[in-house]
Structure formats: C-alpha cells, structure tokens
C-alpha cells in the first residue's frame, strides 16, 4: 500500500441496506477525515479522527458513523442507506489535524437507490 | 456563518495566464488551500498560505489577503492538462477545512 486507499471503488445499495466504506493509510498520520462531494458543492465533512482511539463530528454527521480502533483505518458506515446518501466520498488524511496539508484517497462513488 | 465564494466556471487559453479568486468568511483562521481536482479523480493539493502575500511554486502562485478575506490562484503559461477543478479551502479554529464548491478550468486551445 502506498498512501492512502479507499474500498470499494463504487457501489450501487439498495435503500435501508447497511454499508461500510473502507479506508485504510500507510502514512502512519494521526488526523483522518471522511468528506462526501455533491455537484456544485464544496466538499463536506461528515466525521474527522484527530488520533486513533478518537472521532468527532463535522458539517454533515447524520446517518453516518465511524471508528479508529488503529492509526491505518478509518472506516465510515451508512447504518440504513437513504437516497440522499448518493454521493462520491473521500477519505483524507495529514500528520496531524494543524498540518497544513491532507491527502486524499481516490474516492468511492456511492449510488442508493 | 461560514462561507467560501468563488465562480463557478472559467475559460482561458492555453499558453494565456488566467488568476481565480476565492473570498472567504469562516469561524476562526488558520490558512488558506488549494487543492486541484481533475474529473473523477481525488484533490490534490497545491499550495498553502497563511501569511499576506504571494506564495510562487513554478506555473502556480497563491496570494492571500486575511484582511479582505480574499485570496487568488494564478496559473501561467497554461497547458491542456490544466483542465481542472480548482478548489479554494479555509481552515478554520477548529482546523476543520471548510471548502468552497471549485471553479472548474477549462482551456481551450
């Protein structure tokens, strides 16, 4: 692995259907981020982890939840996936949360019909 | 309120310089981004101001104004590959990057 990956690259759900994003670092950096793209949109946050072992809220958090059991993962679950959960969502990730620069995984296109 | 304002679309040409402003008004301050994104690709990221002035880094420069709220994104001698989108990001008090929608680039040649 180098840098940051996330898994799957795109995925088609079904409504009410649980869902976990996968995203895993090798960078060994302690603030993580989970943000979902819309068109004509900026980039919003739904949950960040500042160090393993913690996470916090962001701009978008409702039906969305996440872990940091290690440094690496940072997975994001859709509990019960609705329509407006359609979205391309990114995982980033930086030194620590002040740094002034994250870095993005490719992304994973999530289609919820 | 937080807000990051920036347009929508630009088209330039290529070998022309082309400058892309971004205002922001956000809870807090702790620098401003950059961050490029092609069609169907992930950010990445290209500069980072926190002081007044103009940061250079090859074709690209970024200026920010804490001030006036305002900073600028400026390509030279633009080439095809820089058909992009060109995201404008505060951080704020929280260090939390509150991010406007991009201006998408397009260049013609």
């Known amino acids: 692995i180098a840098g940051i990956t996330q898994a799957p690259t795109s995925q088609i759900l079904a409504a009410g259907r649980r869902m976990t994003l996968r995203c895993t670092q090798d960078?060994?950096?302690?603030?993580m981020y989970w943000y979902r793209q819309d068109l004509g949109l900026g980039l919003r946050l739904i949950h960040y982890?500042?160090?393993?072992?913690?996470?916090g809220k962001g701009e978008v958090p409702d039906g969305y939840s996440v872990s940091r059991a290690n440094t690496d993962d940072f997975p994001l679950t859709l509990a019960s996936a609705v329509p407006s959960q359609t979205s391309v969502y990114f995982c980033?990730?930086?030194?620590?949360?002040?740094?002034?620069?994250?870095?993005f995984g490719p992304g994973t296109r999530l289609t919820v019909l | 309120g937080q807000n990051i304002d920036q347009p929508t679309e630009m088209t330039a040409t290529e070998g022309a310089i082309v400058q892309i402003n971004c205002t922001y008004q956000?809870?807090?301050?702790?620098?401003l981004f950059w961050y490029q994104q092609h069609a169907g690709e992930a950010p990445t990221f290209l500069s980072y101001?926190?002081l007044d002035g103009l940061e250079e880094k090859g074709r690209f420069s970024s200026f920010l104004s804490r001030s006036k709220g305002y900073s600028y994104l400026l390509l030279k001698e633009l080439q095809m590959k820089d058909s992009a989108s060109y995201l404008c990001?505060?951080?704020?008090?929280?260090?939390?990057?509150?991010w406007g929608a991009g201006t998408k680039l397009i260049i013609k040649p």
């Open positions: 982890s500042n160090t393993a072992g913690t996470t």
């Open positions: 960078m060994r950096h302690n603030a």
């Open positions: 101001n926190v």
């Open positions: 990001a505060s951080m704020d008090s929280n260090y939390q990057l509150i």
């Open positions: 956000t809870s807090g301050f702790n620098g």
């Open positions: 980033a990730s930086s030194p620590k949360t002040s740094y002034n620069e994250q870095f």
